[in-house]
């Protein structure tokens, strides 16, 4: 429980996966939660949860790409709680189209909710992590913010650049000797409900994507992601790799440096069938 007891934490995106995970295990270890989602049933699963634990919550329905409403967000969880510690920009969609074929607001759509909403977070509850004395920014990258793969270009565009905004902003506080830890996760394969509501270029049609990426290979649970993010914060690691998966990745393009990109295509297609 050290590192959380007494420690306000808001988290996005905890209506499932690895941010539902994160709220419960914050939970029981401790620390008061601000919860948010666009998914309203899903809110109220976590919920239902974190009152079984007893833990105090404060729970709202947010769009993390709306600025204006992130920032009012943060100012009454900071009046609500009269803190906040940590922030954990989870929230995050993801999409399947060649740059060939997608659209404009396509891509834009995933900007918009997995860089630009990790900046309003940051931005938005900075000043209350900066005053509570002890503050940590968790910002979820992935596996595809280490490596690009094709038919992920917006989702690698937006998660590479949560890994720069985040490596920026660790040494920014640094120099500045703000009381702020900053950690950027990247999580490899784990198994929720991202794949199942991942969306295609509107070119490809109703496709039926999960058939096409399987992710049960060295696939970790939402709640085992959850504990070793939270491991790392309790160690203030600045980077959190999750899975076997993604350390061996990791590894690999850290050893071929560029020359990865001329060994995927031909692994993909030796190994994933085609999106038709």
Not at 76 to 86: A, I, L, M, W
Not at 168 to 183: I, K, S
Not at 220 to 235: D, E, F, H
């Amino acid at each position: 429980m050290d590192g959380f007891v007494g420690k306000v934490a808001a988290v996005t995106g905890a209506g499932s996966g690895i941010g539902q995970a994160l709220a419960i295990e914050l939970a029981r270890s401790g620390a008061s939660l601000a919860i948010s989602d666009i998914d309203t049933d899903g809110l109220a699963d976590t919920e239902a949860q974190l009152t079984a634990i007893g833990a105090p919550f404060k729970t709202n329905l947010l769009d993390v790409a709306d600025r204006e409403a992130f920032a009012a967000y943060a100012e009454e969880v900071n009046d609500h709680f009269g803190k906040v510690n940590q922030i954990y920009n989870n929230a995050g969609i993801s999409f399947y189209g060649d740059v060939e074929i997608s659209q404009y607001k396509e891509i834009e759509r995933v900007m918009n909710v997995d860089y630009w909403g990790v900046v309003h977070g940051t931005k938005a509850f900075l000043p209350h992590l900066i005053a509570s004395g002890d503050g940590h920014v968790v910002n979820v990258s992935s596996a595809f913010g280490l490596f690009a793969v094709p038919g992920q270009a917006a989702y690698n565009s937006a998660k590479f650049a949560v890994r720069g905004f985040s490596e920026a902003l660790f040494q920014e506080m640094a120099l500045a000797g703000h009381p702020v830890r900053v950690t950027t996760v990247f999580p490899g394969g784990v198994t929720s409900a991202f794949l199942g509501n991942m969306t295609a270029a509107e070119e490809l049609g109703d496709v039926d994507l999960t058939k096409n990426f399987d992710v049960r290979l060295w696939s970790t649970t939402p709640q085992k992601a959850a504990r070793v993010i939270l491991g790392g914060v309790r160690k203030k690691r600045p980077r959190v790799l999750i899975g076997p998966d993604i350390k061996i990745l990791d590894l690999a393009v850290r050893l071929t440096g560029p020359r990865y990109q001329q060994l995927v295509p031909p692994l993909l297609r030796r190994f994933m069938k085609p999106i038709s």
